[in-house]
């Protein structure tokens, strides 16, 4: 299973940004999605995730309100709205694809998680 995220770039402070991650291989809609972010010195942290069986949705606090997950189940593809970025948004931004059952338990995990996809780079700043 691959995995591409694309979309980042360069936002203002209360902007936004939509990233998108493909998934191919072999049977792309069963996993279930998640994404991830590591900013500069800082460790990986869990950002949202949606499961392939039913598109629950599950979001760090951080982003609570702000981002929204979904996916287009037919074309295997999976999408973080982002709005009103701020500054502590930034950071390298990464698609991972997991057990159907497991993300939905321990959406945060990213144990949970067996593909990654490269990142790609979200910058917050005026």
């Known amino acids: 299973v691959q995995l591409q995220a694309f979309g980042g770039g360069l936002v203002q402070p209360g902007g936004s940004l939509k990233l998108s991650c493909t998934v191919s291989?072999?049977?792309?809609?069963?996993?279930?999605i998640g994404w991830f972010r590591q900013a500069p010195g800082k460790e990986r942290e869990w950002v949202s995730s949606?499961?392939?069986?039913?598109?629950?949705?599950y979001y760090a606090d951080s982003v609570k309100g702000r981002f929204t997950i979904s996916r287009d189940a037919a074309n295997y593809r999976a999408f973080l709205q982002m709005d009103n970025l701020k500054s502590e948004d930034t950071a390298i931004y990464y698609c991972?694809?997991?057990?159907?059952?497991?993300?939905?338990?321990?959406?945060?995990?990213?144990?949970?998680?067996?593909?990654w996809g490269q990142g790609t780079l979200v910058t917050v700043s005026s």
């Open positions: 991972a694809a997991g057990d159907p059952i497991g993300i939905v338990v321990f959406p945060a995990a990213s144990q949970a998680y067996e593909y």
């Open positions: 291989g072999r049977t792309p809609g069963f996993y279930g």
């Open positions: 949606i499961s392939s069986s039913d598109a629950s949705t």
